[in-house]
């Protein structure tokens, strides 16, 4: 971006672009897979600041931390671990089904 009023050096990296053909896409800024969330056990229970359970709260996918702390890799590098621990929480809800939140 060469619009900032106190930046005045040229970018090597920004040129014309005299030669049609010309494409667009709208492009709208988002958190992808921020894996800021929650941390949690192995049984996708969500854990206390104090190192306990919260029964019946479980968290999963971009919903929970994750093992590469709050670093995308990339491209469906949480689609594994969103839907492995789905699984992990489904069957950990279904063993306490009076204690869902």
Excluded: C
Aim: charged share 15%; net charge neutral; aromatic share 8%.
């Amino acid at each position: 971006y060469n619009g900032d009023r106190w930046e005045k050096a040229p970018f090597t990296t920004l040129g014309p672009i005299d030669t049609p053909p010309y494409y667009a896409a709208q492009i709208e800024s988002g958190a992808l897979g921020t894996k800021g969330g929650p941390k949690t056990n192995t049984k996708a229970q969500v854990m206390r600041a104090t190192g306990g359970v919260i029964r019946g709260l479980y968290a999963v996918g971009n919903a929970m931390a994750g093992a590469t702390a709050m670093v995308y890799g990339g491209a469906g590098g949480t689609l594994g671990p969103g839907m492995t621990f789905g699984y992990i929480a489904g069957r950990s809800a279904a063993e306490e089904p009076d204690h869902i939140a």
